[in-house]
Structures are given as C-alpha cells and as structure tokens.
C-alpha cells in the first residue's frame, strides 16, 4: 500500500509562489507514475499536472501551463509541484495522488495523500 504526505500548502498573495511537496512510502517509488489533483470548495476535482515514473515526461492542465512545474526525485521518494504566477483562481485542496498505469488527465488515480490547502488572495 503506498502512502502519500503532502506539505508546502498556505497562504500567498496573487503573483506569488509555493512549492507543493509529496513523500511517497509503502512502494517502489520509481515504478509509479505521480500526479496533483486540486479541488476549488464547490468543485469537482481537477487534474493539474501529472510526470510519468522515470520523470521522462511531464503533463498539465491548460490553465496552469507555463505557470506550474512538476518534477519528482526518486532517491528521495518525493514529487514536486513549483507553482509560480499564483492566481485567486488557484486557491484550492492540492491531492498527490499515484498509480502504476494512469498517468494524466484523470483524476482516477489508485493512491491519494491528505491534502494540503493553497490560498492566494487577490
């Protein structure tokens, strides 16, 4: 079973930036693709940005293109999500979430942490 922690969630001001980290434990990290998922209060779950398990290639959603990066770094069983240009529209729950065979443009994914809130005031 793979157990996923997020951390790096706060307040920032609109234009600023966060880095979202999640620590991956109970698999093999390097075997599993990584993904954020966010959820606005009153919204579905939307996938934000997804990188396969090598880290070979990465996907976003179109509204945050150019604005987020993920990367991940398998030593240390973690994947990243650098989120800069930060808009009130952004504000939202951020999911790490995992899987062996679904990479992006889903939100169906196998493994899910906590949660960690992003807050950007206008």
């Known amino acids: 079973q793979v157990q996923l922690v997020e951390s790096g969630g706060g307040l920032v001001q609109a234009g600023g930036s966060l880095r979202l980290s999640c620590v991956a434990s109970g698999g093999i990290f390097g075997a599993y693709a990584m993904a954020w998922v966010r959820q606005a209060p009153g919204k579905e779950r939307e996938f934000v940005a997804a990188?396969?398990?090598?880290?070979?290639?990465?996907y976003y959603a179109d509204s945050v293109k150019g604005r987020f990066t993920i990367s991940r770094d398998n030593a240390r069983n973690t994947v990243y999500l650098q989120m800069s240009s930060l808009e009130a529209e952004d504000t939202a729950v951020y999911y790490c979430?995992?899987?062996?065979?679904?990479?992006?443009?889903?939100?169906?994914?196998?493994?899910w942490g906590q949660g960690t809130q992003v807050t950007v005031s206008s």
């Open positions: 979430a995992s899987d062996r065979w679904k990479v992006a443009g889903t939100v169906d994914y196998a493994y």
């Open positions: 990188i396969t398990a090598s880290g070979g290639s990465t």
